[in-house]
């Protein structure tokens, strides 16, 4: 059974950091891209950040020079360092693993696995 579980949201002031983690559990995913996907009221969820197998990162133009993906093949788990967060990143941060291996990104309808969602909130 493979879960992932997702630690780390909170609230946060404006120009604060937060740190999530995802650890998952079941099969080993060193072949999988993984990343973060977040997904606030009545919007789309969107890509924040991915990490392919060979460690390439890409991020959403919106996060760019804030945001810091990283994995840890070992313990299976992946990482989102989040500085200067600002009152638009307000929404619900899933961890996911992708379906396909050895994909250079990921998309939403590809996932093959989804964390619990952490609720992450920066106010003004």
């Known amino acids: 059974q493979v879960q992932l579980v997702e630690s780390g949201g909170g609230l946060v002031q404006a120009g604060g950091s937060l740190s999530l983690s995802c650890a998952a559990s079941?099969?080993?995913?060193?072949?999988?891209?993984m990343g973060w996907f977040r997904q606030a009221p009545g919007k789309q969820r969107e890509l924040v950040a991915a990490?392919?197998?060979?460690?390439?990162?890409n991020y959403a133009e919106s996060v760019k020079g804030r945001f810091t993906i990283s994995r840890d093949n070992a313990e299976n788990t992946v990482y989102l360092q989040m500085n200067s967060l600002k009152p638009e990143d307000t929404a619900v941060y899933y961890c996911?693993?992708?379906?396909?291996?050895?994909?250079?990104?990921?998309?939403?309808?590809?996932?093959?696995?989804w964390g619990q969602g952490t609720q992450v909130t920066v106010s003004s």
């Open positions: 079941g099969r080993t995913f060193s072949r999988y891209a």
């Open positions: 990490i392919t197998s060979g460690g390439s990162t």
């Open positions: 996911a693993v992708d379906s396909v291996r050895f994909q250079s990104t990921m998309l939403s309808s590809r996932v093959g696995y």
